[in-house]
């Protein structure tokens, strides 16, 4: 029968996904992470199949009462968390936090300052996505080469003259931290709002090897909740300017969002525990690893970016692979072994080298969660020179890379609750 047919091979494929991804692969891609096993339980609840329109406790659906106190403890959880005051959760991913900030911030035809592309910028940030959605301007600001880094003179100059809306920082190719208390009054003094889009460095920012944007004069914090803050996938806004805040927050539901995905509420409340426990131990493990997985590359003769800086200040490392076939076809021969990273414009690409860009990006932060320290770094930078270099067999290697994940199953610096007691009919995870 067809059907008995199709329904094998959703299985199956849900099966081979677990398999190759959770337990054989070494995943290096910089913007994912893994639940722990408690988040992920708590994952699959009723709240997935709820609506929940408007706020806590103001809502246009009866049946939530519990959806509005998870969703406030889970803000209260993450204000607490941030240092922040307000909190929104219901973006469900950061591209639409981003979306309600801008959308308040400025209208069509208005202009916004973003970081230059070479720093990093998020494709929300320009106008080939969100920001071109909302027919904002964006105008890139000047590069500093020899800092990999916003030119914080010349950024200066550009904030007086162009009189921006806002100014977007933060970034996807992330390795250093871009210069937010240094351009925060410049923003202010032009009557500008200041975004900080801490994506990829939520995790590394709640565990302190971050500085705290909102410290630095950042009207609003957006993030993603999966990156190197291993929670759900989502999104999140923060502030602690009231009047800015409501007005973002009047507006996500119904411009951005009609459900919110309620499910994300209890699994992003519990990781929010976890990095209240653990968050400062994981953050300083992960740019440990990261320096070591980066020098460790650099001694066997990889052409890591960054080294008149130390190479990296967050979970990435990035790595020019001209010389080894390119970053699609590095990161193509490097998946074959179960190691799995992803082509990157470097700062020096034209924008056009998308396709066969000359570098890869390796984030450090799931293996870290899995308990990978920088013995472990040492062994990835190896087995990637047998690849890339050495030409060594791909199947052996493989058998290397399985051998070395199957040593590290277990998600770390998480919080642990025996569920059994309530005879759970929770569906476990097939493999
Ligand atoms: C990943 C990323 C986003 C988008 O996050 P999603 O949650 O995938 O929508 C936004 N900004 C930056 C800087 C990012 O790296």
Same mark, same amino acid.
């Given at each position: 029968?067809?059907?008995?047919?199709?329904?094998?091979?959703?299985?199956?494929?849900?099966?081979?996904?677990?398999?190759?991804?959770?337990?054989?692969?070494?995943?290096?891609?910089?913007?994912?992470?893994?639940?722990?096993?408690l988040a992920e339980s708590l994952y699959m609840s009723d709240f997935m199949s709820r609506y929940a329109e408007g706020k806590p406790y103001k809502?246009?659906?009866?049946?939530?009462?519990?959806?509005?106190?998870?969703?406030?403890?889970?803000?209260?959880?993450?204000?607490?968390?941030?240092?922040?005051?307000?909190?929104?959760?219901?973006?469900?991913?950061?591209?639409?936090?981003?979306?309600?900030?801008?959308?308040?911030?400025?209208?069509?035809?208005?202009?916004?300052?973003?970081?230059?592309?070479?720093?990093?910028?998020?494709?929300?940030?320009?106008?080939?996505?969100?920001?071109g959605a909302l027919g904002i301007e964006h105008i890139e600001m000047p590069y500093d080469k020899e800092n990999m880094n916003v030119d914080v003179?010349?950024?200066?100059?550009?904030?007086?003259?162009?009189?921006?809306?806002?100014?977007?920082?933060?970034?996807?190719?992330?390795?250093?931290?871009?210069?937010?208390?240094?351009?925060?009054?410049?923003?202010?003094?032009?009557?500008?709002?200041?975004?900080?889009?801490?994506?990829?460095?939520?995790?590394?920012?709640?565990?302190?090897?971050?500085?705290?944007?909102?410290?630095?004069?950042?009207?609003?914090?957006?993030?993603?909740?999966?990156?190197?803050?291993?929670?759900?996938?989502?999104?999140?806004?923060?502030?602690?300017?009231?009047?800015?805040?409501?007005?973002?927050?009047?507006?996500?539901?119904?411009?951005?969002?009609?459900?919110?995905?309620?499910?994300?509420?209890?699994?992003?409340?519990?990781?929010?525990? $976890?990095? =209240?426990?653990?968050?400062? +131990?994981?953050?300083?493990?992960?740019?440990?690893?990261?320096? /070591? #997985?980066?020098?460790? @590359?650099?001694?066997?003769?990889?052409?890591?970016?960054?080294?008149?800086?130390?190479?990296?200040?967050?979970?990435?490392?990035?790595?020019?692979?001209?010389?080894?076939?390119?970053?699609?076809?590095?990161?193509?021969?490097?998946?074959?072994?179960?190691?799995?990273?992803?082509?990157?414009?470097l700062p020096y690409d034209p924008p056009e080298a998308v396709n066969d860009p000359s570098g890869i990006r390796i984030g450090v932060q799931e293996?870290?969660?899995?308990?990978?320290?920088?013995?472990?770094?040492?062994?990835?930078?190896?087995?990637?020179?047998?690849?890339?270099?050495?030409?060594?067999?791909?199947? $052996?290697? =493989?058998?290397?890379?399985? +051998?070395?994940?199957?040593?590290?199953?277990?998600?770390?610096? /998480? #919080?642990?609750?025996? @569920?059994?007691?309530?005879?759970?009919?929770?569906?476990?995870?097939?493999?």
């Amino acid at each position: 029968m067809d059907v008995q047919k199709d329904l094998e091979k959703v299985i199956e494929l849900t099966r081979e996904q677990n398999k190759w991804r959770r337990v054989e692969a070494i995943n290096l891609i910089a913007s994912e992470n893994v639940m722990s096993p408690l988040a992920e339980s708590l994952y699959m609840s009723d709240f997935m199949s709820r609506y929940a329109e408007g706020k806590p406790y103001k809502r246009f659906y009866q049946g939530t009462k519990y959806v509005d106190e998870i969703e406030v403890l889970a803000m209260n959880l993450m204000n607490e968390i941030t240092g922040s005051k307000f909190s929104d959760l219901r973006p469900t991913s950061g591209t639409l936090a981003n979306a309600a900030v801008f959308r308040i911030l400025a209208e069509p035809g208005d202009k916004a300052l973003i970081a230059p592309v070479q720093a990093g910028a998020h494709v929300s940030h320009t106008k080939f996505g969100t920001l071109g959605a909302l027919g904002i301007e964006h105008i890139e600001m000047p590069y500093d080469k020899e800092n990999m880094n916003v030119d914080v003179d010349k950024a200066v100059k550009m904030i007086e003259e162009v009189k921006p809306k806002f100014v977007v920082l933060g970034g996807s190719l992330y390795l250093f931290p871009h210069p937010t208390k240094e351009l925060a009054p410049h923003v202010h003094s032009v009557g500008a709002k200041l975004v900080y889009d801490a994506a990829h460095v939520y995790g590394l920012m709640v565990g302190k090897v971050w500085s705290n944007p909102l410290d630095e004069g950042a009207d609003f914090l957006n993030v993603s909740t999966h990156k190197t803050f291993p929670g759900p996938q989502g999104g999140a806004i923060f502030s602690n300017d009231e009047n800015e805040f409501k007005k973002v927050s009047r507006t996500i539901f119904p411009w951005f969002v009609s459900n919110h995905h309620l499910h994300r509420l209890p699994s992003t409340a519990i990781t929010a525990l $976890e990095m =209240k426990v653990h968050g400062q +131990e994981y953050a300083a493990q992960i740019v440990r690893n990261s320096k /070591a #997985l980066a020098e460790s @590359l650099a001694s066997l003769g990889f052409n890591v970016i960054g080294e008149h800086l130390g190479y990296t200040k967050s979970h990435q490392v990035a790595v020019d692979v001209r010389k080894l076939g390119g970053g699609t076809f590095v990161a193509k021969t490097l998946e074959s072994a179960n190691i799995i990273v992803n082509k990157n414009l470097l700062p020096y690409d034209p924008p056009e080298a998308v396709n066969d860009p000359s570098g890869i990006r390796i984030g450090v932060q799931e293996m870290t969660r899995y308990g990978m320290k920088e013995g472990e770094m040492e062994e990835i930078a190896t087995l990637m020179k047998q690849i890339l270099m050495e030409k060594k067999d791909i199947q $052996e290697i =493989k058998r290397k890379v399985i +051998e070395l994940r199957s040593r590290f199953l277990e998600v770390k610096f /998480a #919080l642990n609750y025996d @569920l059994s007691k309530y005879n759970s009919k929770v569906i476990p995870m097939i493999m």
